[in-house]
């Protein structure tokens, strides 16, 4: 049974920071494309970022320079760092993943508050 376990979400102060974590299971990790994405009230899910099984990334315009993806396959976990976070990065954040392609599985999402 394919399971991802988004975690680290909560409430934060405009230009703190916070690490997402997502934890894999029942998957080949190492070859899967991972991704991250949000979904904010009243608004389309949108990808935040994604990484390869080779590790290449893609960031969307407004997190590149504040927000990095990285991942652990001996932990089969995929991280999101935020820093210098806004208000407008407040919404549900989704880990999901796939063979080549991310979106075959998503996870329950983990909500990000960034609110003074």
């Known amino acids: 049974q394919v399971q991802l376990v988004e975690s680290g979400g909560g409430l934060v102060q405009p230009g703190g920071s916070l690490r997402l974590s997502c934890a894999a299971s029942g998957v080949a990790f190492s070859i899967y494309e991972m991704a991250w994405y949000r979904q904010a009230p009243g608004k389309q899910r949108e990808v935040v970022a994604t990484?390869?099984?080779?590790?290449?990334?893609h960031y969307r315009d407004s997190v590149k320079g504040r927000f990095t993806i990285s991942r652990d396959n001996a932990k089969n976990t995929v991280y999101l760092q935020m820093n210098s976070l806004k208000p407008e990065d407040t919404a549900v954040y989704y880990c999901?993943?796939?063979?080549?392609?991310?979106?075959?599985?998503w996870g329950q999402g983990t909500q990000v508050t960034v609110s003074s």
């Open positions: 999901t993943g796939g063979v080549g392609v991310h979106g075959d599985y």
């Open positions: 990484i390869t099984s080779n590790d290449s990334t």
